[in-house]
């Protein structure tokens, strides 16, 4: 079966532009996680509340950093967004627990303050994946909603952090 797929394949193939066509297709798919990357960061440059900045990082990475209106967590808590050809990787993660070991799990508190403990705890880092393309949407929607619920939530934020 592979033989004959190939075959015709290499038929195909063989007319100039049918291969100048593969060749292009290659090439755009090679840069799509790049222009997702570049999708995410136009989506939320001039909306990126409660974060104070967005910005992009390697050729597939955005975040957004120092998470306004939380005195002593401001510069710690992140999110990194990670394109990639299968999916997008949403993490968020304490800056300063990459560093040094924090006393208290600054994230999981935010997490279940907010009601969202479908993240999964890789290292120092809570993730979550969303398949590409079936679940672009999804992500786009889920990422509105943490953001969402990370600015109204932050009273109920600062009093689960004081409690610890």
Sequence with gaps: MEDILMEQFYALMKEDTN?????????????????RRDI???????????????DKWDENGTYFIYFQGIQNISESVAIDIISGKKGTTLRLFDLK?????QPIDLIKIILDTIGLNDFSKKGNFYCKKFS???????????????LYKLEEEKKRIIEKIDKK
């Design 97 to 101: 627990q990459l560093k040094e070991e």
């Design 40 to 54: 995410i960061y136009n989506e939320y440059l001039n909306n990126h509340k409660p974060f104070e900045r967005i």
């Design 132 to 146: 590409f393309p079936e679940e672009e949407e999804t992500f786009f929607k889920y990422l509105n909603n943490l």
């Design 19 to 35: 291969y100048k066509t593969a060749l292009n297709i290659i090439y755009m798919l090679n840069d799509l996680s790049q222009y």
